[in-house]
């Protein structure tokens, strides 16, 4: 029966593994994720900032360059003003509670560990401080994540029961973000410092692999016939999810972009 489940099934299974993915992104996406951090900010320029004029912030691609040193940074860490690390990237959970009667689904996605982005380039990085907007473009090389998984459920009468390690790697990644921003005062020093209100991303990926261990409590021939489908038709499963992956980027990258900013004030960098 497993066999025939697995030849004759495709679509279904495909549905399911794409439903499960967006049901996780929008789980996500549902607030905005600020971070609270009450380090002071910055009173002094590092190094690695580099400044731009405030007048013209584009000019000699400034602002791009500026954009870019940071990213050494912010790849360690900032401990002093209590930003951490973007290299491991770490989410901590998304849950999983979607479905009824044919599909019912629940469980969650914890310890999420992204690896690569600190290797982003930037291709092109604009601010302009009088329409508010500040927009950039990145090229990533390779994302890899790995992550812990529980899902528990049923496909029409197949159990669908797993829980272990999954691991992904994503390739030649490019990325649209555009944002409007606020200039507002920081609370603690009334220094001002740019705020993102609003956030939208676009990504286009190259190439996708996907693991899930321990699938259909561990029912090997099932799980490697679900990994393989889901690796051949890599472009497919993210050009389904894109719109629900954009909008959980753009909430998560939200938050962290904006702890930042609230730590470097613009006195130190727009002259």
Not at 161 to 172: C, R, S, T, W, Y
Not at 255 to 271: A, D, H, R, Y
Request: charged fraction near 20%.
């Amino acid at each position: 029966m497993y066999i025939m489940l697995k030849v004759n099934n495709w679509k279904l299974v495909f549905s399911v593994y794409v439903f499960t993915l967006v049901c996780i992104i929008q789980d996500t996406a549902a607030y905005t994720r600020e971070i609270v951090n009450n380090k002071p900010p910055l009173q002094k320029r590092p190094s690695w900032l580099q400044t731009c004029k405030r007048s013209n912030p584009n000019e000699n691609k400034c602002f791009r360059s500026f954009f870019e040193g940071c990213f050494p940074a912010l790849a360690a860490g900032i401990p002093e003003i209590g930003v951490k690390s973007f290299e491991p990237l770490n989410i901590d959970q998304v849950s999983v509670s979607k479905g009824s009667g044919n599909l019912v689904l629940s469980g969650g996605f914890q310890n999420l560990v992204i690896r690569g982005p600190s290797n982003a380039t930037v291709r092109r990085a604009s601010l302009d401080l009088d329409r508010r907007h500040l927009n950039f473009e990145l090229e990533l090389p390779r994302l890899r994540i790995r992550a812990k998984y529980n899902l528990k459920g049923n496909i029409l009468l197949l159990p669908l029961i797993g829980n272990g390690d999954v691991a992904m790697a994503l390739k030649n990644v490019h990325t649209n973000v555009f944002t409007k921003i606020s200039l507002i005062n920081e609370t603690q020093t009334g220094d001002e410092i740019i705020h993102i209100d609003d956030m939208k991303v676009s990504f286009e990926v190259g190439a996708m692999r996907i693991h899930l261990k321990n699938l259909f409590n561990g029912n090997d021939i099932l799980a490697a016939s679900i990994n393989t489908f889901l690796n051949q038709n890599g472009n497919e499963v993210i050009a389904e999810l894109r719109p629900d992956l954009e909008l959980g980027l753009a909430d998560i990258f939200h938050g962290l972009w904006n702890n930042v900013f609230s730590k470097i004030p613009t006195k130190l960098w727009l002259v």
